[in-house]
């Protein structure tokens, strides 16, 4: 294949990377991948999960050196680059994964390691300028927190915004977005998309990585695809469209766009039922939810909006300040997430990184974590039926990976999240919780769990969905919950669904119903 | 036994042949069992140790404790004149009831493993020496209780008894730390306690049961101390005996951040321990350098392990970039 | 221990250099003294740990407390000269145990550590009068009482075929202490006999040759009066012990201190020492020592 | 002031009020004097703690190298005669290369700071108790220095000069923490130092910075502990004096596991640390239990500020509740 280029032909590029490679013990992260970045314009980089996006970004940020290959700076060419040196070129990163200092305020994190200093040799922060420097990106990102917040009181959406911030901070030539939108919701996803615009405008170049290809479509001037490390091929703004994108990624078509498929069965009966339950984050809002077997129930709503909070709480491991809770009718009492897993109900959270999966476990050793008992024989833990069990869900969900035994942190994030669903499977859910199922996730992965949580529904378990990504709430959904600073707002059924109405329940609006019967209140 | 503990093995080897060399009394029946006597009682200790360690936690306290069950269990027989198994139970129960309390306010009250078990640290011992009013726990001459004598100082086949209960011990704790659910629940909890209860293990539970393995198990090798020296001035009994606990499990491959380590380790970290210790006496070297031998051995045998899983990891990385090019062009 | 109120009866502290079973006979000797002087307070008082820093501490705030007249076994008598004159000047300081004859101190009562250990070294002499070779075990062995009883004793051994090999230190671990004896056993296989300098160095010593079957085999020489090594000198396996007297310190002492508040300067020596002298129990006067020792510590 | 430093200084003025309230002299100028001093040795000591806390590691040979550095202050000055002000910079120099070897340790051969300082207190003792043959380091009977002994031991206006010594250390501290650069930098790296190395800091340097600062003020203390018992044995000398500075930080507010706590906790911590023992002293409680008196407070102060932490959020919770009850009609 060979790439085409035909973007800016009069602009130099000031950054280029000529046969860059990076292993790690296994695994070629990436090889023989060339490209440039000229100024002002905004590349859209996608691939599937493991395909080597963020070991190219690390590779920019400084994070991580190549093990060969050129990388040229404004005519300079280095073997690789420096934290320092990239920041120093210009290069502003908001990595993936995120990188905040809880016990710090916001402001502190934004000018981190770039504070304004007060005359003397004594290097004190100027804490007053710096304020006043924060004020303006705060709002350029659309903040609804203030600068003296500490970092920890924020939701993780609210950190990827001090993330944002902190890389517009940055004079920067370059801004490097990995994923910043995996959990941003709706609203605060389009103010993003909006900066991108202004730093386009204003002669900034962007990387911007993105599994949502649609806001890819909508921003970027030129499109890099990356498929098993090496550059599959690059798109002219003219050719950036979903298909297109969805073919150099993953070698072939999709046969089908990402959706669960149609139940195929009624809803049944309701399986999990939470009654004027209140949470600590709110604990002023009684919350009442029901969750019927065979039935996907999504749960959208804005940034802390408390989706998180009542999904922790009914799987046991925050405490429920009140409300009852029962289980096919019966009162259930979860006070721990053992309690949770004992009766069927499982959560896939929000962060795998700290809680879905242990990163220096095995695949292996996470599948059968939450199941030992009955990978054990007389309370020995029986290595054959642990294995036996993590083939057969990696084989079952298509887990990229060397092998089961293989250390679950060297896999991409696509892939750790698709352990932490293999634990659950391979038990026997009667309600799944999924928060932010697809975050990080690529397109085919996604599919592919699509298909999951409908087969789970279909096999009559109850489903519920905890996304930001309106396509994929309205897309996958039987039914939609949307919540509103701690409370469902209402409840929208199939011949309801749309983005409109999804959002003015999610600012606490009433929808426009197509039967005034149905649903919210 | 994994290529870390081999290391270590032979580093006890090459010390003992060297030691041989110089002094071949190193090796005569009487010095070996004297020492594999201690080696069972720190031994002992160090294993409790390390279940703590495993889970990322740590237990300052248990010098001051074998110093306080030490106290109790000599004037419960000596002096109270209880039947020995009874108070050996009573000890054993308190060790156990102790390291409850620890487990309970380190994950239901959320306090620090650290800052619990230095407390225990200062509180057990100001006790013991409160009991005593500062005075010695010790037998009047001639007291004698030839079972339990025989069974904590005794010999069997020249073997000391304590040296085949550690044995026993040993063999047990491996089954449950590398074999058992539980075991694996411990490594889980010391690598990610977040991630472990997300994956429904009680984490609490789990945690104060690790607590409550290293109490009864210091409360018998308090027991076994105190049958050693059969006399305890609690001001000074089992100082820093924490230190040697926590030395050879630090020395045995284990992480203070938990989640890493190996029973076979720990073992052989103490019998390092005990091997430099006897050597500074057979040696004639003076005993003020006791500690600092002890001191540069673990920081040499640290950096060694270190450097050299450094060194290993590279030489896999240049390995698999080899394979890597060489397997390219089948692609 | 009463609280010590501002304005109570005058207070008297015996202040010890660490906790050890060898002042539980001082104290009993307080408590005989206590009986006889119902003006006065009088305290045992142990640092919590045997350190100059922490009993330096523990004067300083009695002296705040109000105590009157002050009794130390000072933990480093030879260098603590200013703080000891620092107490000096603000009550009346007598030292005891081990001197500090350059301080302000009014008095010194106790006995000599050189002469206890040239005792030791008369024991040595008589249970082995063809020579031999001794190892001493020890608590500290930087400590002066440990380094002048081994002095005492080498001076005395001096001209004998009997020969301090070495000394080896345990840092007051009595694990260590024991293991020190076995680890002696096997490396030096030609000694004859063994000295413990510490009160619990000569229980295991005889704890450690028990086991290895080598009681009565190796000569040992005892320091002080804890009832294991009395036991041993009543079996015969400890040739004899040297024992201090520490009851009369503290009985003597306390009366003295009382007197000299009072006024009465009489008791105190042209030379300010007032030497109670060790004594060597050895088979014949086991007996009477223990029975005078229990009637002492009124068990 | 936080909430928490409140907390703190209250209860110090109750156990004061308490104490004198039965004896009266517990606020008498010499007695407080006296307690000043001491606070001022061990301030100082608890602060270099604090500085290595904060980044999340430990420092556990502080009371060894009090006992090594003050060993051979004594001795320069003492025997080899060597003009004090030249000894003293010797010494400090010396603490702060120690303190740069542990950074280096820790930071560029990835050793856990447990370890390497666990290492340094075998090491440093054994060291100070050979280079003295396991005898004392005294002056000899006269030996004076009025310089060297006003600013350490002496007074001004009633208060000990070291009391002086370390309000000015405490205050220059404090701006160094609180308000510049660095200080940030180290509550940074203390929470989360992946993320500090990612933003381009040199955790490495900040971190070895922070050892070499706690390397300095332990050998200033060192200097002030060995002029106010101008004597040393090695073999116990600053013997736990580790387990103040921590003890001191962690009531202070501080989390072993790094990035919290605040200068003036640490002071705070320090000065209830000495109050108690001073009580003990002076209320005739038996020394023996001072530890005990020591680790009951030290458990009760932060098991209070741990429940006091989940009350009140228990009780913000609760008012949210009845706020939202009250506002509900007007909805
Ligand atoms: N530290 C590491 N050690 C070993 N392997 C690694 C490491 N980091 C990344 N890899 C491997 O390198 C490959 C590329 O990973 P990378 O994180 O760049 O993927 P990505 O394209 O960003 O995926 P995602 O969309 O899931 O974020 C993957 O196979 C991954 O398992
Ligand atoms: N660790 C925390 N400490 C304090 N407040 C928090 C914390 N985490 C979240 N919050 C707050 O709790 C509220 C609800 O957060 P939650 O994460 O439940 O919302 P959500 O609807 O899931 O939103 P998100 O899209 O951020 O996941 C938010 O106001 C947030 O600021
Ligand atoms: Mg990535
Ligand atoms: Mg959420």
Redesign the pocket.
């Known amino acids: 294949m060979t790439p085409t280029d035909t973007t800016h032909p009069d602009t130099a590029p000031f950054l280029s990377l000529e046969a860059v490679r ?1 292993t ?4 070629v ?2 090889d023989r991948f060339s490209m440039e970045v000229r100024p002002g314009e905004v590349i859209g980089l996608v ?12 590779i920019l940020g400084g994070v ?1 050196r190549p093990d060969s290959g050129t990388i040229t700076v404004d005519g300079a060419a280095h073997d690789g680059l420096t934290v320092e040196q990239s920041i120093g070129s210009g290069i502003a990163f908001v990595h ?1 994964e995120l990188n905040l200092f809880e016990n710090l305020d916001v402001a502190a994190n934004i000018f981190f390691g770039r504070e304004p200093l007060k005359a003397g040799p004594l290097r004190l922060v100027d804490r007053a300028r710096l304020r006043e420097m924060v004020a303006p990106l705060l709002k350029r990102v659309g903040a609804n927190f203030s600068a003296d917040a500490p970092v920890a009181s924020l939701s993780l959406a609210q950190q990827q915004m001090v993330e944002i911030a902190k890389a517009l901070s940055i004079k920067a030539r370059l801004v490097i977005l ?2 910043p939108t995996s959990s941003l919701p709706m609203a605060e996803t389009e103010k993003l998309l909006d900066v991108i615009k202004g730093l386009k405008a204003q002669g900034i170049s962007v990387i911007f ?1 993105s ?1 949502r290809l649609h806001e890819i479509e909508r921003v970027a001037d030129r499109v890099v695809v ?1 498929r098993d ?1 090496t550059l599959a091929g690059t798109l002219a703004k003219d050719r950036i469209n979903h298909d297109e994108m969805v073919r150099l990624m993953i070698g072939r078509m999709l046969k089908e766009r990402e959706k669960a498929g149609e139940a195929t069965r009624a809803p049944g009966s309701v399986a999990l039922a939470a009654e004027a339950i209140r949470t600590s984050t709110y604990p002023d809002r009684p919350v009442s939810i029901e969750l019927r077997r065979a039935e996907i129930l999504g749960l959208a709503g804005l940034v802390g909006s408390g989706r998180t909070e009542l999904a922790r709480v009914l799987f046991g491991i925050e405490e429920r300040l009140a409300g009852s809770v029962t289980l096919n009718g019966k009162p259930l009492d979860v006070g721990s997430a053992a309690d949770a897993v004992a009766n069927g109900i499982f959560l896939v959270p929000e962060d795998r990184k700290l809680t879905g999966v242990l990163l220096d476990l095995s695949i292996a050793q996470n599948i059968s974590l939450p199941n030992l008992p009955a990978h054990a024989r007389r309370s020995l833990v029986s290595a054959g039926a642990e294995l036996a069990t993590a083939e057969k869900q990696k084989k079952n969900l298509g887990i ?2 060397p092998s089961v035994l293989t250390r679950t ?8 999240q698709k352990v932490v669903l293999a634990k659950w499977l391979a038990m026997n859910p009667k309600v799944m919780i999924l928060d932010e199922p697809t975050r ?3 397109i085919g992965a996604k599919a592919e769990i699509y298909g999951l949580m409908r087969a789970l529904a279909d096999a009559g378990v109850a489903v519920l969905m905890i996304s930001s990504d309106m396509e994929e709430v309205i897309g996958v959904s039987d039914r939609i919950a949307v919540m509103h600073e701690g409370q469902i707002s209402g409840i929208l059924d199939k011949d309801d669904f749309s983005q409109e109405n999804v959002l003015l329940l999610a600012v606490g609006k009433k929808p426009k119903l197509l039967q005034a019967a149905g649903g919210a209140q | 036994m994994s290529k870390k503990d081999l290391g270590l093995l032979i580093l006890i080897l090459v010390v003992g042949a060297v030691v041989t060399a110089i002094n071949p009394r190193f090796l005569s029946a009487i010095n070996l069992a004297n020492t594999s006597n201690l080696v069972a009682l720190f031994g002992i200790l160090s294993i409790g140790q390390a279940f703590v360690i495993i889970t990322g936690g740590i237990e300052l306290s248990v010098g001051s404790l074998i110093a306080l069950l030490g106290t109790l269990f000599i004037d419960f027989i000596a002096v109270r004149e209880l039947d020995w198994p009874l108070a050996f139970v009573v000890i054993i129960v308190l060790g156990a009831v102790i390291g409850f309390v620890h487990g309970w306010l380190i994950t239901r009250l959320k306090l620090q493993p650290f800052v619990v078990t230095l407390c225990g640290l200062l509180i057990y011992r100001g006790v013991a020496r409160f009991y005593t009013a500062d005075g010695t726990a010790g037998f009047a001459f001639g007291q004698n209780f030839p079972t339990l004598e025989f069974l904590t100082a005794g010999r069997s086949y020249g073997l000391p008894n304590s040296f085949i209960a550690l044995i026993v011990i040993a063999i047990v704790m491996w089954v449950v730390l590398h074999r058992s659910v539980f075991g694996r629940y411990l490594y889980a909890i010391g690598k990610n306690e977040e991630a472990a209860k997300y994956s429904g293990i009680r984490t609490g539970r789990v945690i104060i049961a690790a607590y409550v393995i290293c109490g009864v198990l210091t409360a018998l090798s308090a027991i076994y101390f105190a049958m050693y020296t059969r006399s305890i001035s609690p001001a000074s009994h089992g100082q820093f005996y924490e230190l040697y606990a926590i030395a050879a499990a630090v020395l045995g491959g284990f992480s203070l951040r938990g989640g890493e380590g190996s029973l076979v380790g720990v073992i052989l970290g103490t019998v390092l321990l005990q091997e430099l210790q006897n050597l500074v006496n057979l040696l004639g070297i003076p005993s003020s350098l006791n500690f600092a031998v002890m001191g540069g051995v673990i920081l040499i045998g640290v950096l060694v392990d270190q450097q050299w899983g450094v060194f290993r990891a590279r030489r896999r990385m240049i390995e698999a970039t080899r394979q890597n090019v060489a397997g390219a062009p089948a692609e | 221990t009463a609280v010590t109120r501002a304005d109570d009866k005058p207070t008297l502290a015996f202040v010890v250099n660490g906790a050890s079973d060898f002042w539980k006979a001082a104290e009993a000797g307080v408590k005989k003294a206590q009986g006889e002087l119902p003006d006065y307070n009088l305290e045992l008082k142990y640092p919590e740990q045997s350190s100059v820093a922490i009993q330096q501490r523990l004067m300083d705030d009695l002296v705040t407390a109000g105590v009157k007249g002050i009794m130390v076994s000072a933990v480093d008598p030879k260098t603590s000269t200013d703080g000891l004159n620092k107490i000096a000047s603000e009550t009346a300081l007598f030292t005891t145990d081990s001197d500090a004859p350059q301080t302000k101190r009014v008095a010194y009562i106790g006995s000599s550590n050189v002469d206890a250990g040239k005792q030791a070294a008369e024991i040595a002499k008589k249970a082995m009068p063809n020579g031999g070779k001794c190892l001493g075990f020890v608590g500290l062995l930087g400590a002066d009482n440990a380094k002048e009883r081994i002095q005492g004793m080498k001076d005395g051994l001096a001209g004998s075929k009997i020969e301090l090999v070495d000394v080896r230190g345990d840092d007051i671990d009595q694990a260590r202490a024991k293991k020190n004896v076995e680890d002696a056993l096997v490396a030096s296989p030609d000694i004859t006999c063994m000295v413990g300098f510490y009160s619990y160095n000569t229980p295991r010593i005889y704890e450690a040759l028990r086991d290895a079957g080598k009681l009565g085999q190796i000569t040992v020489v005892g320091f002080d009066d804890d009832p294991i090594t009395l036991g041993g000198v009543k079996e015969g396996t400890v040739a004899a012990t040297v024992v201090q007297q520490p009851f009369e310190w503290a009985y003597q002492g306390m009366k003295l201190m009382a007197a000299y508040l009072k006024g009465d300067k009489s008791g105190i020596p042209a030379n300010n020492l007032i030497i109670i002298p060790t004594k060597i129990i050895g088979k014949d006067d086991v007996d009477a020592y223990a029975a005078n020792l229990k009637a002492m510590q009124g068990k």
Do not use: C, F
């Open positions: 990076k790690y013990p296994g695994v992260a990436l691939g599937e999960n493991g395909a080597g996006k963020s070991t190219l970004m690390k991580t993936q990995d994923e990585i599994h990356l490390g990229k990976a942190g060297t896999l991409s994030g696509g892939n750790q990080g996730i690529d």
